[in-house]
């Protein structure tokens, strides 16, 4: 069972990013996914997340309107298109089979996203 990041960059305050999160050894169609992310000295937060029927997403204040959550099951991925980015957008981006920080599920290594100019 593994989750992967991947999509993260260095990229413009109102730039657009597109993280994937790919996983194996297990269908993803199965389980909510959450996106989370840890900036430097800060601690880890929820970001947006997909209900495994995809009747229900979530998105943090912070990012409503600016991030779009999605899946596709035929590529066994769920995406985090990320539009009108800004510099508090930068941290370390993580998949997991949760939507919650403190669940117990399987968690991606995580991709790194840098917003600066």
């Known amino acids: 069972v593994q989750l992967v990041e991947s999509g993260g960059g260095l990229v413009q305050p109102g730039g657009s990013l597109r993280l994937s999160c790919k996983a194996s050894?297990?269908?993803?169609?199965?389980?909510?996914i959450g996106w989370f992310r840890q900036a430097p000295g800060k601690e880890r937060e929820g970001v947006s997340c997909?209900?495994?029927?995809?009747?229900?997403?979530y998105y943090a204040d912070s990012v409503k309107g600016r991030f779009t959550i999605s899946r596709d099951n035929a590529k066994n991925t769920v995406y985090l298109q990320m539009n009108s980015l800004k510099p508090e957008d930068t941290a370390i981006y993580y998949c997991?089979?949760?939507?919650?920080?403190?669940?117990?599920?399987?968690w991606g290594p995580g991709t790194q996203v840098t917003v600066s100019s």
């Open positions: 050894g297990f269908t993803l169609d199965a389980y909510a």
């Open positions: 997909i209900s495994s029927s995809d009747d229900d997403t």
């Open positions: 997991a089979t949760v939507c919650n920080v403190g669940d117990f599920g399987a």
